[in-house]
């Protein structure tokens, strides 16, 4: 379930960031985008050892 919700956190920061580069806030999509990938990280993680 952990996995589930970092998968849906990675999917809902990288919306968040095309829809902030869009409209001209790169810094702050660059953040989001972060987010995303560490979102996706831990995701991959919990799949492959789970606890």
Known sequence: MFAVGFWMKCVTACQGAILLTERGLIPDS??????????????ASLLVSPP
Request: without cysteine; charged residues 15%.
């Open 30 to 43: 660059m953040t989001l985008t972060r987010t995303a990938v560490e979102a996706l990280f831990h995701a």
